[in-house]
């Protein structure tokens, strides 16, 4: 049985718990919940999770800096965005987004990183389709 799921934990050391999410192509759908461990409010140390190509990270991290936090610091209409959750912090604790791993292709080179600004550097990871 595939694992069409997965938790990843985001702190006040900006950081996620993982450096990899694995996503089975068998999966119907596929969701990634976002915790949050710490203490600081999220337009001080705010997280999301974004999943695209790893050659478009930049872009979207860079295009989002100009939407503000109120946005969640990302244009939800940018075509290279897989999947995303809502930015969260101490308030919220939790989020999460579901969507169709037909979007990916197995081998593919994808990422899954943070648009809060400057957290980008520290805060992504591979995502692994099979």
Known sequence: MA???VTVDSTDQM???TKEITVDTSCKE???RLTFSGNLPKNVMGHNLV???T???QGIATEGMAQGLEKDYLNKA???IIAHTAMIGAEEKETSVTFDPSKLVAGGDYSF???FPGHISMMKGKVVVK
Request: hydrophobic share 30%; with cysteine.
């Open 113 to 115: 990183f943070c648009t």
């Open 30 to 32: 596929f969701t990634i």
């Open 3 to 5: 694992e069409c799921s």
């Open 51 to 53: 999943v695209s190509k």
């Open 78 to 80: 940018n075509p290279n």
């Open 15 to 17: 950081s996620y718990d």
């Open 55 to 57: 050659a478009d990270m």
